[in-house]
T-cell receptor, first 113, second 112 residues
Framework: KAGVTQTPRYLIKTRGQQVTLSCSPI?????VSWYQQTPGQGLQFLFE???????NKGNFPGRFSGRQFSNSRSEMNVSTLELGDSALYLC????????????FGPGTRLTVT | SQQGEEDPQALSIQEGENATMNCSYK?????LQWYRQNSGRGLVHLIL?????REKHSGRLRVTLDTSKKSSSLLITASRAADTASYFC????????????FGAGTRLAVHP
């Protein structure tokens, strides 16, 4: 089985711009979660989608949004980028049952200048 | 604040030695997981231990869980240079669906 894929792998944007990151989960996985990793805050949960519905959301401003498509692929969008949004954004997928192991993609490294 | 906290923050050992990392958490859990991350890359799931288990093994990995103390430990035996990575414990908040809460991680350096 192919693993979780994320595109793009690297991205450089300027303040005020918006960005869309994409995640394709492992085939058969319907849950997709997004995490932000920074040196200062560590790994923080952004949101989780299951069957195209957002089931859970972390403590992030409304500039961070996401969606999931019928094929379970997911996108996250960050609008009006700030310098502090520079981070590694990780996507993870898991099986239908809750509280199982999650499988992570390689991440998208976003740099905001 | 984070659910899990790892100790130590950094660990430096020689190849062949054992590495022990500890994790503490704050609320009741159904399971606890350990993940590895190689420098700035994605996380790899290592092992999941359920709340009714006290110890679990996987290859050179041994994980213990003490729910009375809300703590877990990860032991890597006979470490190799390839084990150099950051290790994170993670738990799910009750009713949080697939919302994983990670600790700050332990940076392990294994020197040849």
């Amino acid at each position: 089985k192919a693993g979780v894929t994320q595109t793009p792998r690297y991205l450089i944007k300027t303040r005020g711009q918006q960005v869309t990151l994409s995640c394709s989960p492992i085939s058969g996985h319907r849950s997709v979660s997004w995490y932000q990793q920074t040196p200062g805050q560590g790994l923080q949960f952004l949101f989780e989608y299951f069957s195209e519905t957002q089931r859970n959301k972390g403590n992030f401003p409304g500039r961070f949004s996401g969606r999931q498509f019928s094929n379970s692929r997911s996108e996250m969008n960050v609008s009006t980028l700030e310098l502090g949004d520079s981070a590694l954004y990780l996507c993870a997928s898991s099986r239908d049952r809750e509280e199982r192991e999650q499988y992570f993609g390689p991440g998208t490294r976003l740099t905001v200048t | 604040s984070q659910q899990g906290e790892e100790d130590p923050q950094a660990l430096s050992i020689q190849e062949g030695e054992n590495a022990t990392m500890n994790c503490s958490y704050k609320t009741s859990i159904n399971n606890l997981q350990w993940y590895r991350q190689n420098s700035g890359r994605g996380l790899v799931h290592l092992i999941l231990i359920r709340s009714n288990e006290r110890e679990k093994h996987s290859g050179r990995l041994r994980v213990t869980l003490d729910t009375s103390k809300k703590s877990s430990s990860l032991l890597i035996t006979a470490s190799r240079a390839a084990d150099t990575a950051s290790y994170f414990c993670a738990t799910y908040l009750s009713g949080g669906y697939n919302k994983l809460i990670f600790g700050a991680g332990t940076r392990l350096a294994v020197h040849p």
